[in-house]
């Protein structure tokens, strides 16, 4: 459930101080107007609704068309099959 949470890098909203992305914003944890501190500058961020709102619902429509992402057991199942099939 934590992969679903990450935002991605060209949705991210960056940060003021530092202008890095802000990828690991915790979207569903946070509600408007809550503060976020940068984890590259330690500038304290505050998240309007709006933005909330909008991350979300970029994050719903990317799993419609592209599905949810792969458990670590599959990503570990495929890692072994490439694997054992170049060999």
């Not at 961020?45 to 719903?60: A, F, K, M, N, S």
Request: aromatic letters at 6%; glycine letters at 6%.
């Amino acid at each position: 459930m934590a992969e679903l949470a990450r935002v991605g890098v060209a949705a991210a909203p960056a940060c003021p101080n530092c202008k890095n992305r802000l990828s690991e914003l915790p979207i569903d944890d946070l509600s408007g107007g809550d503060e976020y501190q940068c984890l590259f500058c330690s500038e304290i961020i505050r998240i309007p609704q709006q933005v909330l709102d909008r991350l979300r619902e970029q994050r719903e429509a990317f799993l419609r068309e592209h599905g949810a992402p792969p458990t670590w057991l599959q990503r570990l199942t495929l890692f072994f099959r490439r694997l054992l099939g170049r060999s």
